[in-house]
């Protein structure tokens, strides 16, 4: 195999210097399926009615999904996105959930940079961020706060 450290990656997240408070940006979106509830439930032990019984008749219809899975697969476009590679740490997370998600719901996110503070060393900072989840029909289903420790850019290091 040749040498191929200077072809870059696909995906390569935003080094701190390359981020400024009020910069958002969209994620993909992805329709959630029976197979990613059923898969969600069983790998955390989510055994609640309201997810395992389809004759439930609970308060609201259809297939709910935790707001956990929801989460989870937003979380996963940004790392695959705007965290590759320069996420060191999730240090705080708030999360508030707004409407059911189900399984047939499209969802997809926009993150805005609410906060950016450079630490002391190690060419690091602390990043902040707004995250709005919306399904098919533009509805915001879930908003959350997150915030992480970021590597800086190796030429940009002191």
Known sequence: MSETSDIPYTVQ???WQQLSVGQKFRTHKRTLTETDLVTFIN????????FIDTTYQGAMSGRPVPATLTLSIIEGFLLQSVIQGVGLAMLDL????LAPVRVGDTISAVMEVTGLRPTSK?????VTA????????GETVLIYEVT???????????
């Open 13 to 15: 997240g935003k080094y």
């Open 43 to 50: 790998g955390t032990g989510m055994l609640e009615s309201i």
């Open 94 to 97: 708030h999360v508030k959930p």
């Open 122 to 126: 190690n060419n690091r900072a602390i």
């Open 130 to 137: 707004a995250v709005s989840v919306f399904n098919q029909n």
């Open 148 to 158: 992480r420790m970021q590597v800086g850019d190796p030429a940009q290091a002191s």
